[in-house]
């Protein structure tokens, strides 16, 4: 799943985050892995529903017209492009709050989001934002919070959840045209941010590898 490395970051500082954009690629298999039986069980079927991060607007359709019971869309972070911030307003609401991770000061319905401490420097402390996609319901909140910021978090159809219908629903209630087929074997569309900060990301990889070869 493309930036989309949803699972928790165990351990490795910041600065190494920033620059794995191995984990990215890493993603991206797991990702092509669910297509791939997706692909299986739909009698060869070429293409899969996704939406354009960058048309979305966030209106809360993708929550609300999935016909699955609980929407086949999820947030998805690219940590390349996140600034772990302290006050994230992904993840804290913009009315009154106090911060701490009670529910009661999340932005998030369903309490999706982890915050997890990654260091400390000098008048500045940085935390880690992950998304629990078994909580998450698509409803595009912390999307919209995010976007005060960097805009890491964004809104990708999930195709192991997706049953890829001939009509996506969300599809035809999307009111800013977000939505298209792409091809099953490159079934995410990368924010175009998101692919910026990994290309550099995999720049610096490849500069402290010593290859000297730029992209
Ligand atoms: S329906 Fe369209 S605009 Fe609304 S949240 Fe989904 S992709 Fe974004
Ligand atoms: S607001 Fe966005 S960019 Fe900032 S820490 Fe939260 S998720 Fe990351
Ligand atoms: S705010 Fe909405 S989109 Fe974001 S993680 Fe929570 S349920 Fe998912
Ligand atoms: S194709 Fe069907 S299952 Fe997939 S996101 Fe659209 S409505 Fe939901």
């Known amino acids: 799943m493309s930036d989309a490395n949803n699972e928790p970051n165990d351990g490795l500082d910041r ?12 993603a991206l298999g797991v990702g092509g892995l669910g297509i791939g039986l997706a692909a299986g069980r739909g009698q060869g079927r070429q293409y899969v529903w996704q939406l ?19 929407s086949a869309v999820k947030a998805v972070q690219c940590f390349q492009l996140c600034g772990f911030c302290d006050i994230c307003t ?20 369903t309490n999706a989001i982890r915050r997890k401490f990654i260091e400390e420097r000098p008048g500045v402390r940085y935390f880690e934002y992950t998304i629990d996609e078994s909580l998450c319901v698509g409803c595009g909140k912390c999307v919209e919070g995010c976007a005060l910021m960097n805009g890491s978090l964004y809104l990708q159809v999930r195709h192991d959840r997706c049953l890829n219908c001939n009509e996506c629903a969300i599809a035809v209630a999307c009111p800013a045209d ?38």
């Open 90 to 109: 992904g993840y804290f609401p913009t009315g009154e709050y106090e911060l701490n991770t009670a529910a009661e000061n999340h932005l998030c319905p």
């Open 178 to 215: 977000a939505y298209r087929r792409v091809p099953a074997d490159e079934p995410t569309i990368l924010k175009e941010a998101a692919r910026k900060a990994i290309e550099g990301a995999k720049k610096t990889q490849r500069a402290a590898a010593g290859d000297g070869h730029e992209a």
């Open 52 to 70: 354009d991060p960058d048309k979305c607007i966030c209106c809360g359709n993708c929550q609300t017209h999935c016909v699955l019971d609980e």
């Open 15 to 26: 600065r190494r985050f920033l620059s794995n954009g191995a984990r990215a690629l890493g």
